[in-house]
């Protein structure tokens, strides 16, 4: 299993969220102020963090860039939630730190599909099974003591 936050204003964006997140395989907290999403993160380190955009902290700073200014901050992967789907609040959002975005009501399709690309830009490790290397040996010849080699990957690479 593994960790994902997700900091929403709105209980029925955390319940919608979190229900996504965890049949993909994630284990979800979620919390409706910055200060607590800021000290979860700092005492879980979770993967993935989904950060409303309304939530700010307590001295008016966006809590997408209080989480980057965090230590460990830029190593999660963060992604900036909002209804708002213009261009210009996307913008701000990447300008902002976001790593990628989503407009709610959520999509779960959409949901996957962005993971997908963060794991694909190495923003995100988390719930990707991992690659195994397995070594097959035999014996040559039992007199000579030489042995043979072969490797081969396993695993689903996306």
């Not at 955390?14 to 607590?36: I, K, N, P, Y």
Request: glycine share 10%.
């Amino acid at each position: 299993m593994v960790n994902a936050l997700v900091a929403d204003i709105s209980a029925e964006a955390r319940r919608a969220a979190s229900h996504m997140l965890e049949r993909l395989g994630f284990r979800v907290a979620g919390t409706a102020s910055a200060e607590e999403a800021l000290a979860l993160i700092a005492a879980t380190g979770p993967d993935l963090v989904l950060a409303e955009t309304r939530l700010e902290t307590a001295v008016g700073k966006p809590l997408i860039e209080a989480v980057r200014a965090q230590a460990g901050g830029k190593d999660l992967c963060l992604f900036h939630v909002t209804s708002d789907g213009s261009a210009a609040s996307i913008r701000r959002a990447i300008e902002s730190g976001a790593d990628d975005y989503l407009v709610k009501p959520y999509d779960e399709a959409l949901l996957r599909f962005k993971l997908a690309q963060a794991r694909t830009r190495g923003r995100l490790d988390a719930g990707r099974p991992k690659l195994r290397v397995v070594q097959e040996g035999a014996r040559i010849g039992a007199s000579t003591g030489a042995t043979s080699w072969r490797f081969g990957l396993y695993g689903k690479a996306v």
